[in-house]
């Protein structure tokens, strides 16, 4: 086996903080005796997360046996994703910073799946994966991101089962989102449907779609980190490999 030197396009600064979270994890645990210390576990994650390695290929590159780095790397993707940002204190600070409305819009991780795994099968998307819902800002940045539902669960159903429409509609913050949206509720506008559209209702079509085109950044922003191009683990560790990212994406905004 051949082995190189790589770099990651990450700061010192995320790296860091993943190296607090966890050491302050294995403290709580009262875990001794490890393998790898916390900056080295940390790295590990890093480099799973941002580069979508495999984790035999974790387990070479960091002198390791693949169990040792499959549950290392999940022990620190789960107390990541703990901090991140829930979303009552999401929609609390929205309002507090009286944005004046948020984007809503579902996105499909990829996964290792059969054809005959129908639940996972997104007909919207033609392939087989795992359902997130992602709330973000007007100028596309991310706010929230959702637990894991299978790829055949239709977005507004998603929105429902996490309580998305109900929250936003107690917070009295008004929503732009898609036509997967439509019947969500007066505080969700969706574009208008069906054709030989009047121009008065192509035009609002246009704005929306203005308006909510930045919301495409916020799944963009997940998707820079190759893990979730295609997953190759449990398909019921997308939610907690999203929010993990969640947590050292605000990390690394910070830091810039």
């Known amino acids: 086996m051949l082995f190189y030197r790589a770099s990651l396009p990450l700061s010192r600064q995320t790296l860091t903080y993943a190296t607090g979270v ?12 490890r393998a790898l210390p916390p ?27 693949t169990s040792t780095a499959w549950r290392y790397v999940n022990e620190a993707v789960d107390a990541l994703a703990a901090r991140s940002p829930k979303l009552d204190s999401v929609l609390r600070r929205a309002r507090a910073d009286r944005l004046p409305y948020l984007i809503l819009d579902g996105t499909l991780v990829a996964i290792d799946r059969l054809a005959a795994d129908r639940p996972f099968y997104s007909g919207k998307h033609h392939r087989h994966g795992m359902n997130l819902q992602v709330l973000s800002a007007p100028d596309g940045a991310l706010l929230w991101v959702s637990g894991e539902l299978r790829g055949a669960v239709h977005d507004l159903t998603a929105a429902r089962i996490w309580g998305l429409i109900r929250a936003l509609a107690a917070a009295g913050l008004l929503v732009l989102a898609d036509k997967a949206y439509q019947g969500a509720g007066e505080h969700i506008v969706t574009p208008y449907k069906g054709r030989g559209k009047p121009e008065s209702q192509k035009d609002a079509n246009r704005s929306h ?8 950044r916020a799944n963009a922003q997940l998707k820079t980190w ?25 990390r690394e905004a910070a830091s810039c």
């Not at 966890?22 to 005796?33: A, W």
């Open 226 to 250: 190759k893990v979730l191009r295609r997953l190759r683990c449990c398909p019921f560790r997308t939610g907690r490999i999203a929010k993990a990212i969640h947590t050292l994406q605000l």
């Open 209 to 216: 779609a203005r308006l909510r085109g930045p919301g495409e």
């Open 22 to 33: 966890i050491r302050r994890h294995r403290k709580t645990i009262g875990s001794k005796g």
């Open 39 to 65: 900056g080295t576990q940390a790295l590990m994650t890093l480099v799973y997360l941002r580069k979508g390695e495999t984790f035999a290929e974790l387990a070479a590159g960091f002198a390791v046996s």
